[in-house]
């Protein structure tokens, strides 16, 4: 009697764990195998995500180390496009402009935006992908995120070349 006892405490233990397991990786599957290949892959997808982390940190020491503005860049990918915010303590003269040219060269049109360039300068914008007729594969937040960032280095190295 006391080893049923034991067995079904396991078991009920063993149950509520998987669940758990099943609701922190987001998956739909009802079966123990399938929620641990779900959890696998949610691993991997973590590990991604702190790769591509810790390749932006890198970036942006860099670009901070050889730029007297420190510009801040997050892009995060929306149901039908982008939502790209740019920050720096400081006005960035003729920033914006380098900006919305990487905008351009993406093919995104900025549906809605918000600027300020007085004392800070400060950019949220949604873009999305001009699809029209076109066949192109489609992008990605870090796509954009490089191009934004390249951008700012190129009006970095702008701004160094005048002083």
């Known amino acids: 009697m006391k080893n049923m006892v034991s067995r079904e405490r396991k ?32 691993i991997e997808e973590l590990k991604e995500r702190v790769e591509r982390i810790k390749q932006d940190i890198a970036m942006a020491e860099n670009s901070t180390g050889q730029n007297s503005f420190p510009v801040q860049l997050w892009v995060e990918a929306q149901d039908k496009g982008f939502l790209i915010k740019v920050f720096s303590e400081r006005s960035c003269r003729g920033l914006l402009v380098f900006i919305l040219e990487a905008f351009q060269e993406l093919g ?39 191009a934004v960032s390249h951008a700012i280095q190129n009006w970095s190295a702008e701004v160094n070349e005048q002083q």
């Open 11 to 42: 078991r009920a233990a063993s149950y509520k764990k998987l669940q758990m397991l099943r609701s922190i990786t987001n998956s739909h599957a009802q079966g123990k195998t399938s929620i641990i290949l779900d959890a696998t892959k949610y």
């Open 108 to 146: 995104l049109d900025v549906l809605q935006a918000r600027v300020s360039c007085s004392e800070c300068f400060l950019l949220e914008a949604v873009g999305v992908k001009d699809d029209e007729g076109s066949s192109e594969c489609l992008l990605d937040a870090p796509e954009v995120k490089r």
